[in-house]
């Protein structure tokens, strides 16, 4: 069993900046993959970011390019996701995922096995 936790929601306006933070803990496999789903106000769930913890895959929503980072965290056990340019469109709550192995569909929510509570991000104008 692997256990995540976020942190670092909050409320900004439009054109700032967070940095989500999620640390796994119980059975971590260095083979895992972490990232980040998203989910907005009557909206389906949507991958945001998704890296290889030991590797070089990362994947990024399109909505999400060039504003949003997923830093590499070598052999350790805390993604991060930091969220630059800020729009209104990315209020939502924000989950940490996990799985093990890089998934055929990384933005399938389907691959992946552990999920956090999630954190709220609020962009306002």
């Known amino acids: 069993q692997v256990q995540l936790v976020e942190s670092g929601g909050g409320s900004v306006q439009v054109g700032g900046a967070l940095r989500l933070s999620c640390a796994a803990s119980?059975?971590?496999?260095?083979?895992?993959?972490m990232g980040w789903f998203r989910q907005a106000p009557g909206k389906e769930r949507e991958g945001v970011a998704v890296?290889?913890?030991?590797?070089?895959?990362?994947f990024y929503a399109d909505s999400v390019k060039g504003r949003f980072t997923i830093p590499q965290v070598n052999f350790g056990n805390t993604v991060y996701l930091q969220m630059n340019s800020l729009k209104p469109e990315d209020t939502g709550v924000y989950y940490c995922v996990a799985t093990t192995g890089w998934p055929f569909r990384p933005h399938d929510e389907n691959a992946y096995r552990y999920w956090g509570q999630g954190t709220q991000v609020t962009v306002s104008s």
């Open positions: 890296i290889q913890i030991v590797g070089s895959r990362i």
């Open positions: 119980g059975q971590f496999d260095i083979r895992n993959v």
